[in-house]
């Protein structure tokens, strides 16, 4: 079984997407805090690692999915820089730790947002952070050419995670749809697939 390092599997839409993802490979799940991952406990094929630097030990790797980020309001210094930590330099980190043990012909998936293209008002924090993760995902496409390694962005509106739902919002776009996307830009098909932004919406 191929093995995923994926980061951010213990949020929102990890809880939702990591159990479809485990369906097919080994999914390597980083997490902070065990407790973050009782809802995996009976779930076969997770496994949790308390650093990404632990990956190593599972190599070599099929892919890495970025499912990590966070979501403010605003365009202060404080919230500028917190987005771009948790929605850029999160991605980074793991690209740097899991790509020596990536093999050739490997997959790179982040998520990213609409947000990015359409610079909702209220949103420059988040919405620059997304972009310049979507500038680094499509120049790392053209990077790693050489070795067959895809690296992808998908971009949805709004996800229908538990806080979204709760809130009473609409138009959410089902993880169930993101799951799919990430399965499929994962497989065989998707191996002429790179530097792409690929839009989803309810």
Known sequence: ????????????????????????????????????????????????????????KFAPLRGIVALAGAFSAGSSSDVTSAMIEANLFSFVRAVEAGLPHLADDGRIVAISSAASLHAPSGLAAYSASKAALNTFVRTLAADLKPRRITANAILPTSLATPPMIASGATGLVPTANVAACILYLLGEAASSVTGQWIEMSA
């Not at 191929?2 to 997407?17: A, C, E, P, Q, S």
């Not at 479809?20 to 949790?48: G, K």
């Open 1 to 56: 079984m191929k093995t995923l390092l994926i980061t951010g599997g213990t949020g929102g839409l990890g809880r939702d997407v990591v159990p479809i993802l485990a369906r097919e490979y080994r999914c390597l799940v980083v997490h902070r805090q065990p407790d973050s991952l009782e809802s995996f406990a009976a779930i076969e094929n997770v496994t949790p690692i308390d650093s990404l630097e632990r990956a190593a």
